[in-house]
């Protein structure tokens, strides 16, 4: 037996898997022999670190995620959420997160697309039609060549797909950091919708042996073979091209076809009361996907790889099998339905008249072995226990919990005698420069290039608001919200605070929108697990993520963990906890823009403004090391939270805006660059400078909102009701100008420089 | 009864669902037809292309389909004064099929929505005012002399272009039929760069439109991003839903 584990071993280093020694010895013990070639490529990915989780598991186990609005928790493709009763009908949100970290930085363009590709699919197997994409993006420096490359070609590619399969985008955020140099993060979100009794399992469903296994979609072909292992590698500068063969190839137009094709399918389903499992196809390829419907099903597969329409002739079959090839779904049926199945993709939607090769085959059966069983040309080439080759392994790796300095009031002394020292520069330049701040600037050029309003059921689109709104029922006033967080220049200092405000600023986003969050969903991004600062940061993360979900009652109902974020030279990315919240609006007529309504509002801060700069735009700016980041004080936060839907559901407030990056003067600016036609704003600096230490705290990044006040006694008494202690910030006027004080700045002089950054970087798209 | 309109689905449209949802709330009796079944297409007293990205658009936006056996039918139908819409994809298919401005033979354009200015696709919202006087229009019966309305230019290739005398002749002969404006009217340069900032072109008989931005995307109060959000009518049709309504009356009027 030695000698088999030993053969074992040497195969796996001559195959270049990423799988270590003892795995592979592992494998040797389990199957009494030394692997096929096909075999080991399937245990490479079902046992790589992105498909297994092997490294965070253990820790993901503490995200609270049950309540009672959740329709479908974590374990399948994505997570369902519950919008509402509509006609007697429970409807739910699907919410998948993914990352397309590693694929995006080697070949960004399709690296972008095929996140979008992917996270497509996940939403439309669980028998939903997909409603809305969202991203968010985190680049290196753009004063680096490769990094505007990469910058530019990633939003060109989550243009070209998104707008191409006609799901519209509908928010995301943008951060750029030193730390995205060698790899950046593209972490999309996609959001469905299905009726709670239509839902499909990704799972073969009870009584389904004898039933076909069917693969819908593109003709496979080389590309995207070793996907999953690949994005749990290091990336190393000398192996670009050959990692290049490890990205897929999107073909938004197939996926077009396929998504409508389904539809169809999903109505036939219906209407002749027929069960059915379906999954996407993602890492792992084919194998991993007919293996995880298995072995979810408790069943077995027989899979014949002759079957599977291929681009090319004589594929090897673990190609064929483990193979990455984009737009591709795996059915499982029974076989009285299976004609219709084929007639709907290959004739009436006629997939083979689409892109060359692409239909549905029957490709194998379930059986009731419990063993995933693939043959090739008359040769067995897999034959092993659907529940070793899908469990995959666990490690408890070892960590180091980051130390993060507690400063308190040393900051803001320090704060002031930098401000101080700093050139002096009156409010009104301070502010320019704060919206200039690369994290701050307009993102229009970004989002624009999108198609936010496709489908017809966006209320608020990209750049409008907080967070992006759908009303996906027609003629239904339910709406939901999508709201990002997630600071790089928090998670630097403090992963576990950076994960709690993560969590807050996506629950904060969309309540201004008038939503109350239902649902989160995440993506972290970190280092090199086997290295115990990188697993310490990541552990803290998920320690802020579970504090801070549990204190706000919203519980997690999918997520993607994407590890190995380090370049060869070293260099890791930020610990990137990355959180999107779902939010639900009962009616949509309560759901507000964040843009100023009207001239004579009172502009309010919904609580009192933390000097802690840690992190903060006007820190760096002033170069101020510190590591305090604003204390999220998540109860207080989740009652302004409720005061804000509140005060739009009874029209006491026009507009509402989280403060983020920037602070609440960059805020209160963004609300006046929203309005049309133009409104200002003239604030008193001075009791800001008694209450928060001098006038830096007008750019201090607390939890709280700044809301444009209709009514004045509603919104007194909504805030007693709810405890929300509230300052008077300024007043809408009429005229375009920031009046700050005796300081008198054109609106138009701030927008430019507000705009200027990305506009021209990307290209102006003029409004 | 009301009339009945096709709405053409070719592979890579995108917009079928909320053009169909438009047609309807103007009390048009609205349907999807599929590519694989154009023998469908006979029964139908309208046809509107919806917006989406047809064929992948190959060669150029619109080529393919235009010359796709399913534009068959509905060049016959233009040809015999029927009333057709395209809407984005839609427009881009018309003008390739040579309906818009029809002043040359049949899919031989004389006139194309060529890529954007900035060489990229947009998504902004924007106003379009009838350039035209109302009766140079009749698939858009009894819409007012100068209407403005708000849609979504969602675009790559939208900037309209034609040879200098082509473009002279459109201008003189009433074929801009909508151009980009503010909210007041007042016509703005486009974000496309479209020639004589032309939104919309209509043929010599007034049966056949090409719009490249969205009415369909700003035909619900839900769906304003202004002060006209009106919290009382949310689900209702408003702002670019008037577009479809007068395509509504024009039917109508057909009919009675």
């Known amino acids: ?767 | 009864m009301s009339a009945r309109v096709a709405v053409l689905v070719f592979p890579g449209t995108n917009s079928e669902d909320e053009t169909v949802r438009a047609l309807q709330a103007a009390g048009l009796d609205a349907a999807l037809v599929h590519w694989s079944e154009p023998e469908a297409l006979a029964r139908f007293d309208a046809y509107v292309l919806p917006g989406g990205f047809a064929y992948e658009d190959r060669i150029r936006a619109g080529a393919v389909a235009a010359h796709d056996a399913l534009m068959d039918p509905v060049i016959e139908a233009a040809e015999a004064g029927k009333f057709v819409l395209g809407i984005c994809n839609g427009a881009q298919m018309l003008a390739e099929a040579g309906l818009v401005p029809g002043t040359g033979p049949l899919r031989r354009p004389t006139a194309a929505f060529a890529p954007n200015a900035s060489g990229r696709f947009h998504s902004v919202h924007v106003h379009v005012r009838l350039a035209v006087e109302p009766a140079r229009v009749p698939i858009l019966g009894g819409i007012a002399a100068g209407t403005v309305l708000p849609a979504w230019a969602s675009h790559g290739d939208g900037r309209l272009a034609a040879p200098a005398g082509e473009l002279e002749r459109m201008a003189r002969d009433g074929h801009v039929a909508f151009v980009y404006a503010d909210r007041e009217g007042r016509r703005v340069p486009s974000p496309s760069g479209s020639a004589l900032d032309a939104a919309a072109l209509v043929n010599r008989g007034g049966n056949v439109l090409a719009i490249m931005p969205h009415p369909e995307r700003d035909a619900w109060t839900f769906q304003h991003l202004d002060r006209t959000r009106d919290r009382a009518s949310m689900l209702a049709p408003s702002g670019g839903a008037t577009f479809f309504r007068h395509f509504a009356r024009a039917l109508a009027g057909r009919a009675a």
């Open chain 1, 1 to 767: 037996m030695t000698a088999v584990l030993e053969d074992a071993v040497a195969l796996g280093r001559r195959a270049g898997v990423a799988l270590s020694d003892d795995e592979l010895r592992r494998i040797a013990e389990r199957l009494g022999r030394v692997p096929t070639v096909t075999e080991l490529f399937a245990f490479d990915a079902q046992w790589s670190e992105h498909c297994s989780y092997k490294s965070s598991r253990e820790h993901l186990k503490k995200l609270p995620t049950e309540g009672p609005d959740v329709l479908l928790g974590v374990g399948e493709d994505a997570g369902i959420v519950r919008l509402g009763e509509w006609n007697g009908e429970t409807y739910g949100i699907v919410v998948a997160h993914e990352s397309h970290n590693h694929p995006s930085q080697v070949v960004p363009f399709e690296g972008a697309a095929t996140g979008i590709g992917g996270i497509v699919r996940d939403v439309l197997c669980m028998g939903a039609e997909v409603i809305g994409v969202a991203d968010a993006l985190r680049f290196g420096r753009l004063e680096n060549e490769h990094c505007r490359y990469v910058a530019q070609s990633v939003v060109d590619g989550i243009a070209a797909y998104g707008n191409a399969i006609g799901v519209p985008n509908v928010g995301g955020d943008v951060f750029v950091d030193e730390s995205f140099d060698d790899n950046v993060l593209v972490n999309v979100v996609a959001l469905g919708l299905v009726k709670a009794k239509d839902v499909i399992h990704s799972r073969a469903p009870r009584g389904s042996v004898g039933w076909d296994i069917v693969l819908v979609g593109k003709a496979t072909d080389r590309s995207g073979f070793g996907g999953a292992s690949f994005s749990s590698l290091t990336l190393d500068e000398d192996d670009a091209d050959q990692n290049k063969g490890a990205v897929q190839v999107p073909d938004p137009f197939l996926k077009n076809v396929i998504m409508r094709a389904t539809y169809a399918v999903f109505a036939q389903l219906r209407a002749s009361n027929v069960q059915a499992g379906f999954k996407d196809l993602g890492a792992g390829g084919l194998a991993g996907c007919s293996a995880e419907l298995c072995a979810a099903g408790g069943v077995g597969a027989e899979v014949e790889l002759e079957r599977v329409p291929t681009a090319q002739r004589d594929l090897p079959p673990e190609v064929v099998a483990i193979g990455e090839t984009q737009e591709r779904l795996c059915w499982i049926v029974p076989p009285s339905f299976t004609p219709l199945l084929l007639e709907l993709y290959n004739d009436v939607y006629s997939l083979p008249r689409v892109a060359r090769g692409a239909c549905a085959a029957v490709i194998g059966k379930v059986t009731e072995t419990g063993r995933y069983v693939a043959r090739h040309r008359g040769e067995t080439v897999m034959d092993v226990p659907l529940d070793f080759l899908t469990g995959g392994v666990r490690y408890h790796r070892a960590y180091e919990l980051p130390r993060v300095a507690q400063e308190g009031g040393a900051d803001r002394e320090r704060a002031l005698a930098l401000a101080e020292r700093s050139a002096p520069a009156t409010l009104g330049e301070r502010l320019r420069a704060v919206l200039a701040h690369r994290d701050v600037c307009s993102r229009a050029s970004i989002y624009r290039r999108y198609d936010g309003v496709v489908r017809g059921c966006t209320s608020i689109p990209p750049g409008y608001a907080d967070a992006g709104v759908l009303v996906p029922i027609p003629g239904a006033p339910l709406a939901v919200a999508v709201g990002i967080g997630g600071n790089p220049r928090y998670g630097t200092i403090d992963p576990r605070g950076a994960a709690e405000l993560a969590v807050a600023e996506a629950i904060g986003h969309v309540a201004a929108v008038g939503a109350r969050a239902i649902g989160l969903t995440d993506c972290l991004n970190f280092g090199d697990p086997t290295v115990a600062e990188h697993m310490g940061a990541f552990v803290a993360a998920v320690d802020g993520l579970a504090g801070a979900a549990r204190h706000f009652g919203v519980p997690f109902v999918s997520g993607n963990v994407s590890l190995y974020n380090r370049s060869s030279s070293g260099r890791h990315v930020a610990p990137s906890p990355i959180v999107a919240a779902i939010g639900r609006i009962a009616d949509v007529a309560a759901s507000a823009t964040m843009a100023f309504k009207r001239a004579g509002s009172p502009i309010v801060i919904t609580a009192p403004v933390q000097t802690a700069f840690g992190g903060s735009v006007v820190g760096e700016l002033l170069g101020l090391a510190s590591a305090t980041l604003p204390d999220v004080r998540v109860h207080a936060f989740a009652r302004q939270c409720e005061l804000v839907a509140r005060c739009l559901e009874r029209g006491a407030i026009g507009a509402a805006h989280l403060v983020t990056d920037g602070g609440v003067l960059a805020a209160i600016a963004k609300m006046a660059f929203a309005a049309e036609p133009g409104l200002g704003f003239a604030i008193d600096p001075a009791p800001m400078a008694e209450r928060a230490g001098g006038e830096l705290g007008w750019f201090a990044e607390t939890p709280a909102f700044v809301v444009e006040v209709f009514d004045v006694e509603a919104f007194a008494r909504l805030g007693a009701e709810l405890r929300v202690d509230s300052y008077d910030a300024g007043v809408t006027i009429p005229e375009p100008y920031a009046v700050l004080g005796d300081e008198r700045v054109p609106l138009e002089e701030l927008r430019e420089a507000w705009e200027a950054p990305l506009r021209d970087f990307y290209g102006a798209v003029r409004a």
